[in-house]
């Protein structure tokens, strides 16, 4: 439910913050908010090799991922990026079963395409349609392009969070992104500190919030789950998403979009009712 609240937050202040100072500013608060727990816990010890691994995952899922969805946020509106975004458990169920981490079933088939019908519906309807100008198309690419981040970094969490303990593991990965993010500030001239109303500094705070606690939420889930059954739970962002945008634009939701969310549940419903149980392999 995070995630829906988070796309309508930076969809707020998308026009108000450079990009890269927005998911700069993000992951700054996040690190704050986790770094007194991580103190608290104490001193891990990782491997030279596993501490870079993190770093580079953290960089993908934190800087790369974050600097392409608040591209497509810019562009487009949070419910539909959201919905694209929750097709993101079908990427990972694909590339797991590619890898061998989980069986393969026709079932699992028959959500994954019910579930792209249910973008596709979206998509499909007229004011997306219409709206489909250089822009969004760049922005849904830049959309895809998190999507298949997210779902690749998710899987590849996994043996780590086997060895170290999540909270430690996502302040690694989270500090290293703050620290990229940082250095792409300064390296395109953009503001680490930009001036702004009350009102953008609250949304800001509160993307900040919902990573620090989400993340952390997100890989001891991961640790503890498969990693398909954790990323399912994406779907609950377009819902989020939507309910938020209706309250704040004081409509209803179109009938296109209510037809998607639809689909796409039932679509993840029906893949995820024959998951693998089990815990996953090593790889």
Not at 49 to 78: C, E, H, P, R
Not at 136 to 149: E, I, K, M, Q, S
Not at 171 to 193: H, K, T
Request: hydrophobic fraction near 60%.
């Amino acid at each position: 439910m995070l995630v829906g609240a988070a796309m309508v937050s930076t969809r707020a202040v998308a026009n108000d913050v450079p990009l890269t100072t927005l998911a700069f500013l993000r992951y700054l608060v996040g690190f704050a908010i986790l770094a007194v727990p991580v103190a608290v816990a104490g001193r891990v010890r990782f491997a030279l090799k596993d501490l870079t691994a993190i770093a580079a995952l953290g960089i993908l899922q934190f800087a790369v991922l974050i600097l392409l969805l608040n591209y497509a946020l810019s562009t487009l509106s949070a419910s539909t990026c959201a919905l694209v975004f929750a097709t993101m458990p079908l990427f990972t169920m694909c590339f797991a079963v590619t890898r061998g981490s989980e069986a393969y079933s026709t079932r699992k088939l028959a959500g994954v395409a019910l579930a792209v019908a249910g973008v596709v519906c979206l998509l499909s309807a007229g004011p997306n349609r219409a709206a489909m100008h250089t822009e969004a198309v760049r922005g849904f690419a830049a959309l895809v392009g998190a999507t298949l981040v997210g779902a690749i970094t998710s899987l590849l969490y996994r043996p780590y969070l086997r060895r170290y303990l999540a909270l430690p593991t996502c302040g690694v990965a989270m500090g290293a992104a703050v620290l990229f993010l940082g250095i792409a500030c300064l390296a395109i001239n953009q503001p680490l500190l930009p001036h702004l109303p009350w009102p953008a500094w609250s949304n800001v705070l509160f993307l900040g919030l919902s990573s620090g606690v989400g993340y952390f939420c997100w890989l001891w889930a991961l640790a503890n789950m498969d990693a398909s059954r954790v990323v399912a739970f994406q779907a609950l962002g377009p819902v989020t998403a939507a309910i938020i945008e209706s309250i704040i634009l004081r409509r209803a939701p179109t009938a296109p979009l209510l037809l998607s969310l639809t689909m796409i549940t039932l679509g993840l419903t029906v893949a995820m009712r024959n998951a693998v149980t089990d815990k996953q392999p090593s790889p």
